[in-house]
């Protein structure tokens, strides 16, 4: 709008001008209240982006929410939920497009607080550019450091510190060279490709869209002006070509198109490829698009790719160039940002989205996690929110990727708890494990079926879960005395027992139940491998990790059996006394007392307690396994 | 760096990318049509994502009854082009009940003819995933709102208590009952929507032409009389005006502008020009500024 005279003159080179202008993604972040939502609203102000309604709803706004009495409130242009405006804080990513004669940007406004550290992140993930708000009164902060972290682990490469508020202490050249002394000292380290310091007011537009008479000891660029003649890093179309399968598309027998996004590379007809996972090569034969064949695609773009020879592809396979394969492996090393309220904890299985892949995923070791201040590398045995550590992974299957250094898209990925469906976590990939690839499984000719096959039966894991006191292991122990007396070979492994022996170093913090049970599903599988229908009473309070049990062995191989008795009744049996000592507060992390119990949701077998004998309900647990064909009548 | 694509062309691959993880991912979608400008870019978008078959999933259109003429007849048209199902609902115990802009209220109204019918159609197919047109820089609660979000089982939408959505990685999982509501225009802009109808030759509805229509004036907005049912107030009559609109709906909810625009080049012009807001001609979200917040988080689109 601001080309307004030139407009009418000719609509159509208008467009084209429009059309061909640069294009920059750049995110405002640092701590609380440092004016990020203030900067935004004067960029869009300033760059004639608000309509008159707009205008006049925002002068409504100043004086309802606003912070500066009758003034107007830059950052209610931005801020725009209802809890943001009463708080006077921004909870949540907005993101503004505006545009220059140069450029056009979207910018992410993201929050100062640490509780939303996850918003923060999520707008920086995108961004090719941070601009990180310092409050000059207050200098360099927490916070700022914390930013600055995740703008680098993210790989963000241009970084515009801009120390903002300069109005409040006089426009002071001593004060800005402090702070840009300040930042400078610990922002070397993350080698930013760029790192400019500006000095600014974002209220009163000093050194915004241009430079400012007021600071004339300043001799560096507008802010607006950095924005818009920065030079962003490496051209994605140059690197080795990648398209993560989406969608098969069959309208008829005649047609198998491979949809997907180019993340990187350049692909043309009769160039070859290889299938990562498989390993399969072909040809592309045509790049189908509703306005004809095209030549060739690049990084960005969206195509359908049709291949010389029938491959058995699907969505999760990476089409890669021949030449320069993507790396593919079951266990990797990884920065990871814990984003959920519940911790993470080792063993514990979560779903794990790269691309267009999903498979299960646990961190098998936390090496350590990262102090946002110090940056200092710290031993952890669990992660809490918006913590940022560095860990081993490891996969049900393995994945295609690349290291996010040399690939955004192909080494990036989301945690998503398997039962809230939250994302709790994103990671970006460092390098895989050799250990996976060096580690071969041994094959032994006498495997789990000549096993089984020895004994006559189909080996499992019964799996008791339920309540201390719930009567577990009374009728575990009544189902192997009848499973031996029929001659069947058993093995009951009982919480108690191993918890003196195998799991004697475990106690009952939520990471070490979750260790205890990690060991003896392990143990479960090797007795199933051995040809055992293996008896396992554990209470296993939580559904994560009896999923994770359940993943170690075969779909059939693993029975779910709650043991269902309401907590009351329970408590009054006590057989041990231990709900008496819970209460008295003498015996922490009790399992329904003060640590819960997550009910199973698709048990195999529910045995009610209450009013049946424990025989009658070993005797179910005998007819299921006749029923579903694991021993004979 | 060499940037090898217009902004157009970003702006596209990224809405097809994310129209196709919802077909590949969610069970059961389908894309709200409203039959608008964003819509018709939407169901363009769609048609090149699966191209050459036809999008894998249904349209649907709330029909409040009370959508100019012009638009009905359009839609029946698109869909048959685009060779997809159409499914239209409208809210019936509203309709019996004879819930109208006039006699009820804008506000009122909308809740029942629109956000009520839209949750029951939803409920009705038990869809999972529904597409909308909205853009984020039509208001600034939109803004703050992710491309894939989530919705609970009774469709309420929970702005402070979002799914992170980092890169191009979108979380698509939901419990029974639950969905996602799906914004493949979230990054474009009005701007960027007319270009690309005028680049890509996307047929809209004429009512975006300046014409001479029959329209009264009314505390300053220019409604158009597109059917007998509109009441008239003592002494008005409707005149014949060259008048166009900028955004469409309801019929006695949607203001008109005086123009002469009669080519997509004079609209986008016209637009480049404008001082105020698409949405000023939107009687619904002139109540407050946290009004549209509000309705999306009771599940209006
Ligand atoms: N004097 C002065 N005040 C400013 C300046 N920039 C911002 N402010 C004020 O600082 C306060 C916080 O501004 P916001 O823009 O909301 O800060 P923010 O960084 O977006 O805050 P969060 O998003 O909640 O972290 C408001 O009262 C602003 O008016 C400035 O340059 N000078
Ligand atoms: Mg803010």
Known sequence: MNELTEISANITDYLAEQENKGFLRFITCGSVDDGKSTLIGRLLF?????????????????????????DI????????????????ITIDVAYRFFATDKRKFIVADTPGHEQYTRNMATGASTADLAVILIDARKGVLTQTRRHSFIVSLLGIRHVVVAVNKMDLVDYSE????EIEQAYRAFGETFDFETLEI???SALKGDNIMERSPVMPWYQGKSLLDHLNTVEIGSDEAERPFRMPVQWVNRPNLDFRGYCGTVVSGTVRPGDKVVIAKSGRATEISRIVSMDGDLDEAVSGDSITLLLKDEVDISRGDVICASDSRAEVADQFSAHLIWMSDEALYPGRPYLLKTGTQTVTATVTELKHKIDVNSFEHLAAKEMHLNEVAFCNLSLSSPIAFDPYETNREMGSFILIDRFTNQTVGAGVIWYALRRASNIHLQALDVDKTAHADLKGQKPAVLWFTGLSGAGKSTIANLVEKKLHARGRHTYLLDGDNVRHGLNRDLGFTEADRVENIRRVGEVAKLFVDAGLITLVSFISPFRAERQMARNLVADDEFIEIYVSTPLSVAEERDPKGLYRKARDGQLKNFTGIDSPYEEPENAQLVLDTVGNDADVLADQVIRYLEDNGYIGR | MPQRRSHLERLEAESIRIIREVAAEMKKPVMLYSIGKDSSVMLHLARKAFYPAPPPFPLMHVDTTWKFREMIEFRDRMAAEAGMELIVHTNLQGKADNINPFDHGSSYYTQVMKTDALKQALDMHKFDAAF????RDEEKSRAKERIFSFRTATHAWDP????PELWSIYNTRVKAGESIRVFPLSNWTELDIWQYILAENIPIVPLYFADHRPVVERDGTIIMVDDERMPLKDGESPQMRLVRFRTLGCYPLTGAVESGAST???????????????RSGRMIDHDDSASMEKKKREGYF
């Open chain 1, 46 to 70: 300033d760059t004639k982006l608000i309509f008159e309604d707009q205008l006049a709803a925002l002068e409504r706004d100043s004086k309802k929410h606003g912070t500066l009495g009758d």
């Open chain 1, 73 to 88: 409130d830059f950052a209610l242009l931005v801020d725009g939920l209802e809890a943001e405006r009463e708080q006077g």
């Open chain 1, 174 to 177: 001593e004060r800005f060279r």
């Open chain 1, 198 to 200: 500006v000095p600014v």
């Open chain 2, 132 to 135: 909308g047109g909205a853009r």
């Open chain 2, 160 to 163: 402070k208590n979002q799914r």
């Open chain 2, 264 to 278: 997509l080049e004079e609209i986008v012009e016209e637009m480049l020009i404008a001082r105020t807001s698409e």
